[in-house]
């Protein structure tokens, strides 16, 4: 057992020896083990994902190939599959407000991924 940041006991008692993580079950420490010997079980047929457990196959087909879309916009009605990219629809297309600015041409943007995409095409390291 290890001791947590704050000094409280960690129940995290079984211990990787690849990279000295700790996990509460036997179980999940099997599973992460497979991070290290690059083993990949479960496949999405669609996405060309590969997932370590049967589980997170089935939470990406859920989320990505269900057609299901609970995370609709008040303004205009588009649905999303993640509440995050909502919110990044809202500022991007109903919102003026425009934060994260190129510190290279001083050009605003409102979603911090539009200003590093931004960064790459039209000021690229040397």
Request: aromatic share 12%.
């Amino acid at each position: 057992m290890d001791m947590s940041k704050n000094g409280t006991l960690n129940k995290r008692q079984y211990k990787c020896d690849k990279c000295e993580k700790y996990f509460v079950t036997t179980h999940a420490l099997n599973i992460h083990k497979r991070t290290h010997s690059g083993d990949q079980y479960w496949s999405c047929d669609e996405g060309k994902k590969y997932f370590l457990t049967i589980t997170g196959l089935r939470k990406h087909r859920r989320k990505w190939h269900s057609g299901v879309t609970p995370y609709k916009c008040d303004i205009c009605k588009e649905g999303f599959v993640i509440n995050r990219y909502l919110k990044i629809h809202k500022r991007k297309k109903h919102v003026d407000d425009k934060p994260f600015r190129c510190d290279v041409c001083g050009k605003f943007f409102s979603v911090v991924y539009s200003l590093s995409k931004h960064k790459v095409k039209q000021h690229p390291s040397p």
